[in-house]
C-alpha cells in the first residue's frame, strides 16, 4: 500500500472474495479505485475463508465469528467500528448497509462517513421480527453519515418521501473486462438457468417452479445459491421440483463459474419481489443472456420492454405465458438482450461508478 494515498475502512462487507450483492459492489468499487486510496476490508470469518492480511491492494481484517448466527452481523459491525476507532487510523469510513448505521454514532468520534444502502423500506419474512431494529436504524441513525447514496433510484425516492432525505443515487454496475467462455451467440446451451446468493422467499424461485409445473415443462433447469436460509421454504422448492428436470447447484462463489452459467442459459429467470439493485440481473445483462424479469419498479429503473421481457410480480399464470412466448419468440428475446448489454455498456459499468465514488470520497476528504 502507499503511505500517501487516503485510507478508508470498509465496514458492511463482511467478507471478500465475495457472495452477496453488497460485497460486490464492494469489491468492484476496490478493485476500481486500490491505485488512489488505501483500503481497509473489515470482515468475519462466516464470510471468508481468508486471513488477516494483505490481498490484490487492498488489506482485509477478518475477525473470528461468534456461534450465535442471528448475532455474528451485530458483533461485526460493533467489533469493527471499535477497531477503527481505537485501534486504527484512516481518513475516512465507507459504511455499507443501513442496518450497520447505528455505529455511525462511534465511526463519527474520529471519522467522516458515507453510507451506502443496499435496499430499504421493505423487511424479508426472515427478519420479521427484527423490523424495529431496522426501522430505528433507517429513521435515526443513517442521517447522522457525512454522505448517504443509494444503489437504486427507488430507494432515493422512498429516502425523500419517508424520511425528508435525498441521497445520491450512484448505481451499481458490470465489469467491462469479462472473462467469459466464448461461444456462438445463436447456440446457447439448453438450460434455463436461476440465481441468488441467498435463496430466500423474496427471490421469488418458487413462482418460476410453479409456472415450470403449469407448462409440464421438460427442459433442463440451473437453481443456483445457498438453499439452507430457511428449512421450510428449502422444502417447499424440493416438492415443487419433484416432476421437473431441476438441478440445484448451491451457492458459486467462483465469479467466472457463475458468469459461464449465465452465459451458456437459454433464458435467466428473475422472479424476485423485492430488490434493490440486483447484482445478478446487471451480470445476466452484461453476458447478453435474455431475460424474463418481475415488474418490480427497480428493475424498471434499468431496463425498458426493448431490453428484457417483464412478467407481473408474484403471478405464475404470467410467467408461463412469458415463458411460452420466450421460446416461441426466441429470435426477439436474443435482440432484447443485445440491447439490454449495450444499454449496460453505455451506463452501467464499473470504470465510470467507481469514479463517482471517488468524488464523493474526495468530497469529504477536503472537508
Known sequence: MNKKNPRIAVIGLKGLPPYGGAAAVGE???????????FTVYSVSSHTDLKTG??????????????????????YYILSALHAVFLSKYDLVHLHHRDAAFIILILKLRYRVIITTHGTFSITP????YSKYFSINEK?????????????KNEQRLYIENINIKPIYIPNGINGNLKITQRNELRKDNYIFFGAGRIIKSKGCEIMLKAFNILNYKGKILIAGELEQTLDYKNELLNLSRDLNVKFL?????????????????????????EAMSMMLLEAASVKT?????????????FTDNEVLFFK??????????????????????????????????NYTWEKIAQEYSTVYNLLLSI
Open 313 to 346: 410480480t408474484n403471478d405464475e399464470k404470467d410467467l408461463v405465458d412469458k415463458i411460452q412466448w420466450a421460446l416461441e419468440n426466441y429470435d426477439e428475446m436474443l435482440l432484447k438482450s443485445k440491447r439490454a448489454y449495450i444499454k449496460l455498456k453505455e
Open 126 to 129: 426472515k427478519w420479521g421480527k
Open 28 to 38: 468492484n468499487i476496490i478493485e476500481q479505485l486500490k491505485d488512489k486510496y488505501d
Open 290 to 302: 435474455p431475460i424474463i424479469c418481475s415488474d418490480i419498479i427497480e428493475n424498471k429503473d434499468i
Open 250 to 274: 448451491g451457492l458459486i462463489k467462483d465469479k467466472n463459474e457463475l458468469l459461464n452459467l449465465l452465459h451458456n442459459a437459454k433464458l435467466f429467470i428473475f422472479p424476485s419481489s423485492l
Open 54 to 75: 494483505e490481498y490484490n491492494g487492498y488489506k482485509q481484517i477478518v475477525f473470528k465469528k461468534i456461534p450465535f448466527k442471528r448475532f455474528n452481523t451485530l458483533y
Open 140 to 152: 435515526y441513525f443513517v442521517k447522522y453519515a457525512n454522505i448517504i447514496t443509494c444503489v437504486s
